[in-house]
């Protein structure tokens, strides 16, 4: 169940993953909403320590965040977009909460270390990897379904 989705209502029947038609206004605010979400969600958690002293999660480090913000920013928009665009043509499950969670780990990563830039451009990679893989997936799975629709044979 997709927590990010209007229509998930929590009931038994929600289980079935469906594809989320629309316009693409409806899509491009999506997009923007879960990037905020993730991003805003990750700087929120990088202003505390997580865990003890010797190896916990750091809290933001000094300096501005906002080139760790924008990139996050840029890959969220982009993950998310591949995940909405997915989930506009086959159902995917929960676009929304993968997109919050690559974001918010990401984010928060990046504000805690500091990482160099080619750092950072890995992990937003890797996060964008993520995101195509989870759409590859979904792909996959609902291909031999179309198939199996177009030879008539259900």
Not at 4 to 25: H, I, K, N, Y
Not at 117 to 137: F, K, N, P, Y
């Amino acid at each position: 169940m997709d927590f990010l989705e209007p229509s998930a209502g929590g009931f038994a029947d929600d289980d079935e993953v469906t594809v989320r038609p629309g316009p693409w206004w409806r899509h491009a605010l999506w997009v923007v909403a879960v990037t905020a979400l993730g991003v805003g969600l990750g700087w929120a958690g990088s202003l505390f320590r997580l865990g003890p002293d010797d190896y916990g999660l750091l809290a933001a480090a000094s300096g501005s965040p906002w080139a760790y913000l924008a990139v996050w920013a840029a890959t969220g928009l982009a993950a998310a977009g591949v995940l909405r665009a997915t989930a506009a043509r086959v159902p995917i499950p929960s676009p929304g909460t993968i997109s919050v969670i690559l974001l918010v780990i990401g984010t928060r990563l990046s504000l805690g270390w500091r990482p160099e830039a080619l750092e950072v451009a890995a992990m937003a990679a890797g996060a964008l990897v993520l995101a195509g893989i989870w759409s590859a997936i979904a792909l996959r799975a609902n291909s031999g379904t179309r198939e199996a629709e177009g030879s008539g044979a259900a």
